[in-house]
């Protein structure tokens, strides 16, 4: 299996960096290829913009989304966009490795999202979710961060469920753009816990990483429940 691991932590000693150490040492280990981006240490550039096509369809007015498609059939984008999109593209395995920030990924990752899921390749048009345009790839987020996991346990808790904070990220961004998502796995209130909970955790991601094959996806819609203009389709009388 190919596996691309993105890396958005800007400490190299942090605890999210040594989540992704033991993912590539393990997945490499199960003899899986691996490449990484770590985009803070990579300089990676997170601002989308005009800089990003080499050759405008429309030079007068930005849209960006209508730019990536045509700098993407031209082969015109940035050469650091097409670097990500080869390895997305090699992929069958994308795990995006991140601390929360403000209920959200960083926004080195976010910038990431934005320049490289290029609409056209990733989705356009009625292509998305089981027809998006990454089908049959995984994906699956590995995240750290200060609270407890009581304070994301259902409705009742402090902060409501942890799949309402991250619904932008795994439905409207990996599972829109075709991907089969995997349960997050979670590292909880690692700025504040000891070193041998901090062993646990990291001998919890190795079985995680074992197990890979066994886990069953999230479920998203699928767009054959739903007309042309997306209303879902009335069940049949009778």
């Known amino acids: 299996m190919n596996v691309f691991i993105v890396h958005a932590h800007p400490e190299p000693k942090s605890f999210c960096s ?29 601002v989308a913009g005009a800089a990003d096509f080499g050759e405008r369809k429309n030079p007068d007015y930005l849209v960006y989304a209508l730019e990536q498609r045509h700098g993407y059939e031209a082969g015109t984008l940035a050469p650091d966009i097409q670097a990500e999109v080869a390895k997305l593209l090699w992929c ?11 209920f959200s990924v960083p926004a080195m990752l ?34 750290t961060l200060g609270g407890r996991a009581h304070m994301f346990d259902g409705p009742a808790s402090i902060h409501g469920p942890l799949d309402d904070m991250l619904r932008p990220l795994l439905r409207g961004t990996l599972a829109y753009t075709g991907m089969s998502v995997l349960p997050p796995f979670v590292g909880w ?14 001998q919890d ?14 479920a998203f819609p699928s767009m054959g429940g739903f007309d042309d203009q997306l209303q879902p389709k009335s069940p049949r009388a009778g």
Not at 189 to 202: F, K
Not at 205 to 218: G, I, M, V
């Open 18 to 46: 040594a989540l992704r150490w033991v993912a590539t040492e393990t997945l490499r280990a199960q003899g899986h290829e691996v490449r990484v981006s770590d985009l803070y240490a990579d300089g990676f550039n997170p």
């Open 92 to 102: 069958d395995l994308l795990i995006l490795n991140f601390p929360v920030f403000w």
């Open 110 to 143: 976010k910038g990431w999202i934005d320049r490289v899921l290029i609409s056209g390749l990733t989705y356009g048009g009625l292509r998305f979710y089981d027809r998006g345009g990454l089908l049959g790839k995984k994906a699956m987020t590995t995240l």
């Open 189 to 202: 209130h690692v700025p504040y816990i000891g070193q041998a909970a901090r062993e646990q955790l990291l």
């Open 205 to 218: 991601y190795r079985h995680r990483l074992a197990t890979l094959e066994t886990l069953t996806p999230l």
